[in-house]
């Protein structure tokens, strides 16, 4: 527990190594739509925990600065933010679906555990329709694609401010 004479003291903010958008612009770009092609039919509350949930496991800072403010611009709660990480026990804070959606991301974000298993495939096809489902599927191999970027090249969080990159 910290008091108010404490020093609380930082580390120095750490530099990026490269600004790979700046350098391969093309593939920027093709990111930029890619993410866009993706979000197409997603609920845009679910779209951001799935990018959140990915952006943890990845431990993108960048990414989870980013989306989290996006999140809370677009009325999401703070509770369900901070309840993310512990999704399994705090299941009542989210809907069957987004459940669903929270589980195959994880699955397919964390493959080194192995192929995605069916049964979370099926619980995710219990829930969305085959087009929403190839887009939820899309939404996070981009994010995914997003935190390996952010993660390499060490973005800085901190920044970014809601809808500062659409």
């Given at each position: 527990m910290s008091t108010a004479e404490e020093t609380v003291e930082y580390a120095a903010e750490q530099t990026p190594r490269l600004n790979w958008a700046k350098h391969a612009p093309e593939v920027y770009k093709a990111m930029i739509r890619l993410d866009t092609a993706a979000k197409q039919g997603i609920d845009p509350t679910l779209?951001?925990?799935?990018?959140?949930?990915?952006?943890?496991?990845?431990?993108?800072?960048?990414?989870?600065?980013?989306h989290t403010k996006d999140a809370l611009a677009a009325g999401e709660s703070v509770e369900r933010i901070v309840q993310l990480s512990a999704w399994e026990e705090s299941r009542h804070f989210y809907t069957a679906k987004e459940l669903a959606a929270l589980e195959l991301t994880e699955a397919v974000t964390v493959l080194t555990d192995g192929f995605v298993p069916d049964e979370v495939y099926d619980r995710a096809a219990a829930h969305f329709e085959e087009a929403e489902l190839a887009g939820l599927i899309a939404a996070i191999t981009v994010i995914n694609a997003w935190n390996r970027f952010g993660v390499t090249t060490r973005m800085t969080p901190g920044h970014y401010r809601p809808g500062q990159y659409k």
């Amino acid at each position: 527990m910290s008091t108010a004479e404490e020093t609380v003291e930082y580390a120095a903010e750490q530099t990026p190594r490269l600004n790979w958008a700046k350098h391969a612009p093309e593939v920027y770009k093709a990111m930029i739509r890619l993410d866009t092609a993706a979000k197409q039919g997603i609920d845009p509350t679910l779209y951001e925990l799935v990018k959140i949930r990915a952006s943890q496991l990845n431990h993108c800072a960048f990414c989870l600065d980013m989306h989290t403010k996006d999140a809370l611009a677009a009325g999401e709660s703070v509770e369900r933010i901070v309840q993310l990480s512990a999704w399994e026990e705090s299941r009542h804070f989210y809907t069957a679906k987004e459940l669903a959606a929270l589980e195959l991301t994880e699955a397919v974000t964390v493959l080194t555990d192995g192929f995605v298993p069916d049964e979370v495939y099926d619980r995710a096809a219990a829930h969305f329709e085959e087009a929403e489902l190839a887009g939820l599927i899309a939404a996070i191999t981009v994010i995914n694609a997003w935190n390996r970027f952010g993660v390499t090249t060490r973005m800085t969080p901190g920044h970014y401010r809601p809808g500062q990159y659409k």
